[in-house]
Every structure is written in C-alpha cells, then in structure tokens.
C-alpha cells in the first residue's frame, strides 16, 4: 500500500544524497566551472522545491484524513444504532483466540446493538490427523468423516453448518476434546450469521512428515469451516487487524467478505454492514487487499419520515 510519508521521507533522502555527492565531488576535484556551479545549484533549488511542495501536499491530505476521521467517529453512533438489532452471531477462531481482535468485534456487535456473541469458539491447533481420526472412527455417527489421511474437509462442511444452526451444536460438542480450545456462550440458539478469524497459519517450511499431515489436515478442516458456513447463505466475514501481516486469502478462495481493519471505526462500520446482510461479496480496509474500498455502500434509512 502507497504510504505518502515513506515516499516524502524517500525524496528527502534522495535531496540529501544528491546535494551532499555534489558538492563532494566538487570539493575533490576543485575544477567546477562556472556553468557548473550554477547548473549545481539549480538542481539542489529544484529538488528543494519539490521537497517543500511535496511536504505541503503531505500536511492537506493529513489533515484532510484527520478531518475524514473525525467526521466519521462523529457519525459512527447514528451510523450503527440498530443495525444489528435483534440478532445474534457466532465468532469462530480458527486458531487460538486474539483477545484484541475478540475485543473490536464484541464492540462491533455491541455497538450495532446485537449484544455479545451467542457462541465464540477457539480452535486447539494444529489438528493431531491420526487423533482426529480416531475419534472419528469411534464415533458412529461420525465414522464416515474418517479417511484415514489428512482431509478433513468434509468434516469441515459439517462443522460449519452446526456452528450457525446451533441445536446443541452436536458435532462440535462430540469432538470438543479434539479441536476446541476455548468456548463461551450457548449451543442451542441458531444465529444470524458468523465472524471468522484465522489466527493459525501454516510454518513457511512444514519440517517432518508428522508436522507436513498436521498442516495439511488443518488447512483443510479451515477450507471446509468456511466452505460450511458461506453454504447457509447467511453473511459471513473475515477479519483481522491492521497489524495483522497474514493476508486473507482462505477467506476470498471461499468466496467470503472480509475487513481487513476491524480494529479501526471504519472497520467496524464495514463489519455491521456486511453482517446486515444484502451486500455482495467485497474486501474492505485500507490494506492492499482491500479491493472494494473502505466499506460497503450505506443504503438510506427509509424507516422513518419527516414530520
């Protein structure tokens, strides 16, 4: 993403650089001419121009943005007041739980008066296959999610299905020894719609075959998870922080929408947006990756009229 400040700081770097190897090389070789010595100056003028142009530029779109941000703290109340009201979503971890990420979008759903999350669940990672399925294989009723290997997709689907239906959430509650670290609110009440998080992700070089069938075995439970969930047609999001380094690539494979900012007002507002169902499938922060702007469209209250 273009930083405006890295680029002013770069031309300086460049003015500095420039002017000091200039008069260096002159004060070495004593032979500027006339000609020279004024060409010299004019380029040293012209770069300090620029700098001193690019320096105010710099000042009207930081106080243009802080003017932006301001307005849009000011509207953000009226802008989430109800929006949410009277439903109720899951949070899924697919990792452990981020307690700052866990924070900003507990204030989104409050804010959006939703109220807390009916279930939040923190995935225990990297999944054991040959555990996973043996539990599987002990299982009746799950006995044919087991396949031996390291494909846990189809348990996935199915995993992401009862994580919105609720009803006890069964399957979740079975295997809750094998992949759930942390849980709160309740199993049986369905919801609206689900926030999903990755703080997993796969080591840059898998070491030994035990740990290669660990990665593989969870990056597949993640890509049925959200496979699962974006299949009830209820609005899901991914989310992260602007700090976050990892991209969000599991979710834009999954055909998912995501806000790459959450921790940020927009990044709220965007999330309540998505999560009020309607909108199409977009990516949105202030990251690269998003390429649908800073929010979804905010539709015109029609709800109530002048009197």
Excluded: C
């Excluded at 959006?112 to 296959?129: E, F, N, Q, W, Y």
């Excluded at 079975?174 to 997993?200: F, H, K, M, N």
């Excluded at 380094?245 to 921790?263: I, K, N, Y």
């Amino acid at each position: 993403m273009f930083d405006f400040r890295y680029h002013l700081v770069s031309l300086a770097a460049v003015f500095i650089a420039l002017a000091v190897g200039i008069l260096l090389g002159a004060a070495i070789s004593g032979k500027l001419g006339d000609a020279e010595n004024a060409l010299m100056k004019d380029r040293v003028k012209s770069l300090s121009d620029q700098l001193t142009q690019e320096r105010n530029n710099s000042d009207i779109i930081e106080r243009r943005s802080e003017a932006a941000q301001d307005l849009l703290g000011d509207a953000y109340p009226a802008l989430m007041a109800n929006r949410l009201e009277g439903k109720g979503f899951a949070v899924l971890f697919l990792g452990p739980v981020d307690g700052s990420v866990r924070s900003a979008v507990e204030s989104t759903l409050a804010d959006a008066d939703a109220g807390s999350p009916v279930r939040l669940i923190g995935l225990d990672t990297p999944v054991d296959p040959q555990e996973l399925d043996a539990a599987l294989e002990g299982d009746e009723q799950l006995a044919h999610f087991a396949n031996g290997g390291d494909d846990f997709a189809a348990l996935g689907e199915a995993l992401g299905r009862d994580l919105i239906e609720g009803d006890g959430t069964p399957l979740w509650s079975t295997l809750s020894s094998r992949l759930i670290e942390e849980r709160s609110g309740t199993t049986s009440t369905p919801v609206d719609g689900a926030i999903v998080v990755q703080t997993w992700h796969a080591p840059d070089s898998p070491g030994d075959a035990d740990e290669q069938s660990r990665t593989l075995g969870t990056e597949s439970l993640f890509e049925g998870l959200v496979r699962g969930l974006e299949s009830t047609g209820l609005p899901v999001v991914g989310v992260q922080t602007t700090d976050a380094e990892a991209d969000l690539a599991l979710f834009r494979q999954q055909g998912v929408s995501t806000v790459d900012d959450v921790d940020a007002v927009a990044g709220r507002l965007a999330l309540a947006l998505l999560l009020q169902g309607g909108a199409e499938v977009g990516h949105y922060g202030v990251k690269d990756s998003a390429t649908s702007g800073i929010a979804p469209p905010i539709e015109p209250d029609t709800t109530t009229t002048g009197g």
